[in-house]
Nanobody, 127 residues
Framework: QVQLAESGGGSVESGGSLRLSCAIS????????MAWFRQAPGKEREGLAS???????VYADSAKGRFTIAQDNGNNALSLQMGSLQPDDTAMYYC?????????????????????WGQGTQVTVSE
């Protein structure tokens, strides 16, 4: 059974940084991608970044230049380093794992293509 658990969320002031982590267990597949999403109240879930089993990384426009995704295979962990945070970044942040590699999941960051999700970690950015 695949289990994902996010941590590292919190409250920061505008311009600040946070590093989110996702602990992964029970994930057994050779072709996959992992990703970070976020969802603000009243808004749709938004894909931020993905990384696949070859190390290829894709960023959404909202994350380019500010966020960095990384995978620590040795520790079965995924991270998201976030900088220059703004109030619009306030949301619940989730990590997700796909079942296999697909363009819709790994390149287009379509949330429906990810079958395994963590419970989320809240990020709040104040003025």
């Amino acid at each position: 059974q695949v289990q994902l658990a996010e941590s590292g969320g919190g409250s920061v002031e505008s311009g600040g940084s946070l590093r989110l982590s996702c602990a992964i267990s029970g994930y057994r597949t050779s072709s996959y991608c992992m990703a970070w999403f976020r969802q603000a109240p009243g808004k749709e879930r938004e894909g931020l970044a993905s990384i696949d089993n070859h190390g290829k990384i894709v960023y959404a426009d909202s994350a380019k230049g500010r966020f960095t995704i990384a995978q620590d295979n040795g520790n079965n962990a995924l991270s998201l380093q976030m900088g220059s945070l703004q109030p619009d970044d306030t949301a619940m942040y989730y990590c997700a794992a796909s079942r296999g590699w697909t363009i819709d999941a790994c390149t287009r960051l379509q949330s429906a293509r990810f079958l395994n999700w963590g419970q989320g970690t809240q990020v709040t950015v104040s003025e």
